[in-house]
């Protein structure tokens, strides 16, 4: 195997950028939510998971061989599953890492949000919930 240094470098550029924003996100460190690194979630091999909240962490090259066709696959594949991805390039970690948490931090909020919706949406299908508090409230 061939490897170039331009590959190389891109294998190291990965192994920072993962290390960087590990330090940051792991250790329930973001929010209180505790990340799992380099897990396998129905049939795709992802680089981060909080399992609370279904948010995906995805980090990538740009000289990555993977068409627009294949992410948007997988992508349907996750949030068909119930999971909100997040994508970033390897290089904004590197050269961004606030921005990229800031960005996490959003998306943690949204998560949140959906989170809470389908557990009251839940207890309210089970009928623990009263209907009248789901239903617009009226005034005489």
């Known amino acids: 195997m061939d490897i170039t240094p331009s ?9 920072a ?4 924003l590990l330090r940051e996100i792991s250790k329930r460190q973001l929010h209180g939510y505790k990340f799992r690194r380099q897990t396998c979630s129905h049939c795709a091999a992802i680089d981060f998971v909080c399992a609370e909240l279904k948010l ?8 990555d061989n993977e068409s627009a066709q294949d ?5 349907q594949r996750l949030e ?6 997040a994508r970033f390039r390897h290089s904004e970690v590197l ?12 998306a943690i909020r949204q998560c949140k949000k959906s989170v809470a919706m389908s557990q ?9 919930m009263s209907k009248s508090f789901l239903s617009p409230r009226v005034s005489t």
């Open 7 to 15: 590959t190389t470098t891109e294998r190291q550029n990965a192994a």
């Open 17 to 20: 950028a993962e290390t960087l």
């Open 56 to 63: 995906v962490v995805e980090l990538y090259s740009e000289r």
């Open 71 to 75: 992410i948007g696959a997988r992508t």
């Open 80 to 85: 068909g599953k119930g999971f909100q991805l």
């Open 95 to 106: 050269t961004n890492l606030a921005g990229v948490i800031d960005s996490l931090s959003v």
């Open 120 to 128: 009251m949406a839940c207890r309210y299908l089970s009928g623990s």
